[in-house]
Structures are given as C-alpha cells and as structure tokens.
C-alpha cells in the first residue's frame, strides 16, 4: 500500500512537472518539481525509500533532460543521502529547515552537475538564469510539495 | 540508529552503482534514441541549437524523423500564420476596391460633400436610420443628402434629419417616415418613393399610363428640392395596383442601396436658397 502511494505520488510528480515545464515555461524558471518531490520523499522516506525515490526522480530528470544520461540519477541519490544524513542531526519536518535544505541542497547540485561538464570539457544545457535562481525557486516550492506529500502519504516524518 | 545509517549506506552505494552504470555504459545510439524520443513525446519543442545539442549521439534516421517533425510543426504554423495574411489581404483587397471607387466619387466634383462612416444602427429601427461619425463639427447640416455607392455609382441613401457635433443620424430611404419625389428613368413620370421601414420601397402616385416596368430605375426629380436630380434611388420590381379612389398607379421597388451592407457614406450639403431653407427647417 505504502509503495502504491509513493508509485501515485511519483507519477503525480511527474505529471505536474512535465505540465509545469510545457504549458508555464517561464524562461527556463518554473519551479523544478522534482527536485522538491526528491528531497520530500527523502525527509518522508527511511533510509532505502528516501534514496531510491529521488534515484527514480532523477532518472526522470535524466530521461527528459539532453544532458549525461544519469547525471541527475547520481545527485538525487546524493540528495537522498545527505538527507538521510541531515535528519540525524536537524528537524527538516519544519518549512523553514525544508527550505533551507533545499536551497543548500539545490545550489549544490547544479554546482556539481556544472562542475562535472566543465570536466569532461562539454558545455552544460543549464542557462546560467537557471543556475542563479533555482536554488531560490526550490527553497520556495519545497516546503509546499512537501506538505501536499505528507497530506497524500499520510505519513509521519521519520 | 546504526541499521537505518547501514541501510542508508547500502542504498547509496547500490543507487550510486546503478548511476554510474547509466553513466558509463548506455551510450549506445539505441539508448539515445529510446532517451530523446521519450522526451520528445513529452517535451515536443526543441529550438535553436537545442536540437543540434540533443540530436548529437542519435542515429540519422531518428534524427530526421525528430527534425522532420520540427519542421511540419513549424510549417504548420506557418500556414496559420500565411491563412490569416491571406484573409487579411482579401479584405483589405475589398476596402481598397470600395475607397478606390469612393476616391473617384469624390474626384467627381458633382457634389461637394465629405465622407462619414456608419458607426452605429438601431436593432429596433433596421431599415430606418444609422449613425455616422461626421456631424456639426465636421459641417454637416440637417437635411444634408447621403449618398452610397453601388455598382460604383453613387445612389440615394437617405437625408441627415439630427446633427449632433460629433455624429448625425441619417433616415434611410427605406424608412418609414421617408418620402422621395421621384421620375421613372424611361418614362419620365414622377412619383412619390415611400419607405415602409422594409427592405422594399413603395412608389405611389404614378399616373395610368407611366406603366411602369420591372427593372426600370428610378431616380430624384428636381422637384423633390430636397434632393439634386438624376441620384438613381431604386428599380420598380414589379407592376403595382391601382388606387381605385385616386385613378393612380402604385409599385413596388427595390432600392439601389443595401440598408444592411452601409460602411461609408457620402454627405452632400445643400445651398438650399433662402426661402426653401427656411421652408425645409420647419419640415419635420
């Protein structure tokens, strides 16, 4: 049951991303979904759930994006981490905490992905906009998704 | 605690695994292809050097099949785009007609009178009156003759019977309340044209024998004094009765202006001498 529910959420995600992006596009700068549903799931999730559903997240990412296949896969999974990781240590079950894991988190993956075309000398997909103002939008979106993920979940923060 | 921090460790490192798998290994030109057409069923819109980026590592034959697909969808706008010039130009074609065959109205010099356009009729009076967008400001007297073109000739439209400054309401001829005096064209009888407040006209007090035929024009008569002579008014569509009282003839016509179809108009203001003015001012 717990699975069917994280499977609707994820396919509800997913949804409203692809809808997000193609009928509001707002120059690059609608809010990034999924990156609010991968860290939700992973502050909802245990230490498996709230890896492997940001790891699908960003496959999702991966398979709609023009980038490294797998790319986004690998930092989600790395989110999900440090998720895990954060949860020892601070009470993300608060919107204030979300949004601020979600600033750090999102500013730190567009770092990597950015770092990691600059390695193997390619020129990344991401406009520098996207760059500057996602970690903003996402700190912004996270904490609602999370709400309406916990809303659909019925399920304690763990 | 520890379990949870080694499930978390497990899951990481099988996920990061299966990344960099996806990283590593499908590089094949079959996973791109299976990649960019899932995305490109969802996202259908690739400009610019999008596609050249996303088309790089793809097979030829999915290549163009995406750019041949980017290229109907532009072409079909395009036709969009080119179906709405294209019904543009066909109107613009028909007022440029219309305004070609005002300008030689104007360049006439028959009648002195300015151009109004009708900017409003009444629901309640259809074939009575209309609205024009010339009035006192613009030198537009009461009883000022209103033309319109038909066929590319000019024909009675009807008389301005209210100026406003800014605009002036017109009786058409096809209004109730209008009267014309009038001559058949062939025969020369004089009659009087009567709106109805519908689309044909009457004309009355004809004589036994003008016997008037269909299709046989009528115009103004210079005894009208309200109207210069010669304006073609209407055509006579079809043998009237007989006013048994009077020993006169009646008729049915239709007239030479569409009330329905008016978008411009030609107002001719009278030098009416002064006695008639004064006459004509009392007249309702």
Same mark, same amino acid.
């Given at each position: 049951?717990?699975?069917?529910?994280?499977?609707?959420?994820?396919?509800?995600?997913? #949804? %409203?991303?692809?809808?997000?992006?193609?009928?509001? !596009?707002?120059? @690059?700068?609608?809010?990034?979904? /999924? &990156?609010? #549903? %991968?860290?939700?799931?992973?502050?909802?999730?245990? !230490?498996?759930? @709230?890896?492997?559903?940001?790891? /699908? &997240?960003?496959?999702?990412?991966?398979?709609?994006?023009?980038?490294?296949?797998g790319s986004w896969a690998l930092l989600y999974t790395l989110i999900g981490y440090a998720v895990q990781v954060m949860k020892r240590h601070f009470d993300l079950g608060g919107p204030f905490s979300q949004a601020a894991a979600a600033l750090v988190l999102s500013l730190m993956s567009l770092a990597a992905y950015q770092f990691a075309y600059m390695a193997?000398?390619?020129?990344?997909?991401?406009?520098?906009?996207?760059?500057?103002?996602?970690?903003?939008?996402?700190?912004?979106?996270?904490?609602?998704?999370?709400?309406?993920?916990?809303?659909?979940?019925?399920?304690?923060?763990? | 605690?520890?379990?949870?921090?080694?499930?978390?460790?497990?899951?990481?490192?099988?996920?990061?695994?299966?990344?960099?798998?996806?990283?590593?290994?499908?590089?094949?030109?079959?996973?791109?292809?299976?990649?960019?057409?899932?995305?490109?069923?969802?996202?259908?819109?690739?400009?610019?050097?999008?596609?050249?980026?996303?088309?790089?590592?793809?097979?030829d034959n999915i290549a163009r099949l995406v750019r041949a697909d980017q290229e109907n969808l532009r072409l079909a706008a395009e036709l969009a785009e080119a179906e709405l010039a294209a019904g543009r130009a066909a109107h613009l074609e028909a007022e440029n007609a219309r305004l070609a065959a005002m300008i030689s109205l104007s360049r006439e010099g028959?009648?002195?009178?300015?151009?109004?356009?009708?900017?409003?009729?009444?629901?309640?009076?259809?074939?009575?009156?209309?609205?024009?967008?010339?009035?006192?400001?613009?030198?537009?007297?009461?009883?000022?003759?209103?033309?319109?073109?038909?066929?590319?000739?000019?024909?009675?439209?009807?008389?301005?019977?209210?100026?406003?400054?800014?605009?002036?309401?017109?009786?058409?001829?096809?209004?109730?309340?209008?009267?014309?005096?009038?001559?058949?064209?062939?025969?020369?009888?004089?009659?009087?044209?009567?709106?109805?407040?519908?689309?044909?006209?009457?004309?009355?007090?004809?004589?036994?024998?003008?016997?008037?035929?269909?299709?046989?024009?009528?115009?103004?008569?210079?005894?009208?004094?309200?109207?210069?002579?010669?304006?073609?008014?209407?055509?006579?569509?079809?043998?009237?009765?007989?006013?048994?009282?009077?020993?006169?003839?009646?008729?049915?016509?239709?007239?030479?202006?569409?009330?329905?179809?008016?978008?411009?108009?030609?107002?001719?203001?009278?030098?009416?001498?002064?006695?008639?003015?004064?006459?004509?001012?009392?007249?309702?």
């Amino acid at each position: 049951m717990t699975f069917l529910k994280d499977a609707a959420f994820f396919l509800v995600m997913s #949804a %409203a991303h692809w809808w997000l992006h193609w009928s509001f !596009p707002m120059g @690059g700068l609608s809010p990034n979904l /999924l &990156f609010a #549903a %991968a860290l939700s799931s992973a502050i909802l999730g245990g !230490p498996v759930r @709230g890896i492997a559903w940001p790891f /699908l &997240f960003g496959l999702y990412a991966d398979i709609l994006g023009a980038g490294l296949a797998g790319s986004w896969a690998l930092l989600y999974t790395l989110i999900g981490y440090a998720v895990q990781v954060m949860k020892r240590h601070f009470d993300l079950g608060g919107p204030f905490s979300q949004a601020a894991a979600a600033l750090v988190l999102s500013l730190m993956s567009l770092a990597a992905y950015q770092f990691a075309y600059m390695a193997i000398g390619g020129i990344s997909p991401l406009p520098v906009r996207s760059i500057l103002l996602e970690p903003a939008i996402s700190a912004l979106t996270a904490p609602l998704v999370f709400h309406a993920a916990r809303r659909a979940c019925w399920r304690p923060c763990r | 605690m520890n379990r949870e921090k080694d499930l978390a460790n497990y899951a990481l490192a099988f996920f990061a695994v299966a990344s960099f798998l996806l990283l590593l290994f499908p590089s094949t030109p079959l996973m791109h292809s299976a990649r960019l057409l899932f995305g490109y069923s969802l996202y259908p819109v690739l400009q610019g050097s999008r596609i050249d980026y996303r088309l790089r590592n793809v097979p030829d034959n999915i290549a163009r099949l995406v750019r041949a697909d980017q290229e109907n969808l532009r072409l079909a706008a395009e036709l969009a785009e080119a179906e709405l010039a294209a019904g543009r130009a066909a109107h613009l074609e028909a007022e440029n007609a219309r305004l070609a065959a005002m300008i030689s109205l104007s360049r006439e010099g028959r009648w002195r009178g300015s151009w109004a356009r009708v900017i409003s009729k009444s629901p309640r009076d259809w074939f009575g009156t209309v609205f024009i967008d010339k009035g006192s400001d613009h030198g537009v007297r009461v009883h000022a003759t209103v033309l319109a073109l038909s066929g590319g000739r000019p024909v009675l439209a009807g008389r301005v019977f209210e100026v406003h400054p800014g605009f002036s309401k017109v009786m058409l001829v096809t209004s109730e309340l209008s009267s014309v005096v009038c001559r058949l064209k062939g025969s020369g009888h004089e009659g009087m044209l009567e709106g109805r407040g519908a689309r044909l006209l009457r004309l009355g007090y004809l004589q036994e024998k003008a016997a008037p035929q269909a299709g046989e024009e009528i115009v103004t008569s210079a005894g009208g004094l309200l109207f210069p002579a010669g304006i073609p008014v209407a055509t006579v569509a079809g043998p009237g009765d007989q006013d048994t009282m009077m020993n006169l003839l009646n008729a049915s016509a239709e007239p030479a202006v569409e009330p329905d179809s008016l978008q411009e108009v030609y107002v001719v203001n009278r030098d009416f001498p002064a006695e008639i003015r004064q006459y004509s001012e009392e007249a309702p």
